[in-house]
């Protein structure tokens, strides 16, 4: 196991056990976790990902530190755009969906804003990093949770 991938394992059972106490953010910026099936296993991975809120959406970014290539949990998605999301310690399903043009042209700003980085990754990859946009299956659900913890 990689450093990386301890570290995010580490994360997310903080995060599970305190109900986002502990993780619930990252350099100031707020921190859900993602679960997608992966597309060879079929298992659950679970992923910490930093977020900002686009009305009833959630918008996570897949820049993999600036690599150059996507972050699993991402290459997962387009397989199965079926995800569940947990923030604090409320749960719910999502549809996931790439940012088209004009949509990511809107969100960037308010990515690098939640967390500057971006920018940096985005200049030292070749590849284009993608927005990526969850849809609640309930749309109520992430109203009443989301919006009380952001």
Same mark, same amino acid.
Do not use: C
């Given at each position: 196991?990689?450093?990386?991938?301890?570290?995010?394992?580490?994360?997310?059972?903080?995060?599970?056990?305190?109900?986002?106490?502990?993780?619930?953010?990252?350099?100031?910026?707020?921190?859900?976790?993602?679960?997608?099936?992966?597309?060879?296993?079929?298992?659950?991975?679970?992923?910490?990902?930093?977020?900002?809120?686009?009305?009833?959406?959630?918008v996570i970014v897949a820049s993999n530190?600036?690599?150059?290539?996507?972050?699993?949990?991402?290459?997962?998605?387009? =397989?199965? %755009?079926?995800? +569940?999301?947990?923030? /604090?310690?409320? *749960?719910?399903?999502?549809?996931?969906?790439?940012?088209?043009?004009?949509?990511?042209?809107?969100?960037?700003p308010l990515m690098t804003e939640t =967390?500057? %980085?971006?920018? +940096?990754?985005?200049? /030292?990859?070749? *590849?284009?990093?993608?927005?990526?946009?969850?849809?609640?299956?309930?749309?109520?659900?992430?109203?009443?949770?989301?919006?009380?913890?952001?």
């Amino acid at each position: 196991m990689g450093l990386q991938s301890t570290f995010s394992s580490l994360h997310v059972f903080l995060y599970r056990v305190s109900n986002g106490r502990v993780g619930g953010r990252f350099r100031g910026a707020p921190v859900l976790l993602l679960t997608t099936i992966g597309r060879k296993t079929g298992r659950k991975r679970t992923t910490p990902l930093l977020f900002a809120r686009d009305g009833n959406r959630l918008v996570i970014v897949a820049s993999n530190g600036g690599r150059n290539r996507d972050p699993s949990w991402w290459t997962n998605l387009r =397989f199965n %755009p079926e995800a +569940e999301v947990v923030i /604090k310690g409320d *749960r719910w399903t999502v549809k996931a969906e790439k940012a088209n043009d004009a949509e990511k042209t809107r969100l960037w700003p308010l990515m690098t804003e939640t =967390f500057p %980085p971006y920018e +940096e990754y985005q200049r /030292k990859t070749k *590849r284009v990093i993608p927005v990526v946009i969850l849809t609640p299956s309930d749309r109520l659900v992430l109203q009443r949770a989301a919006i009380t913890v952001l």
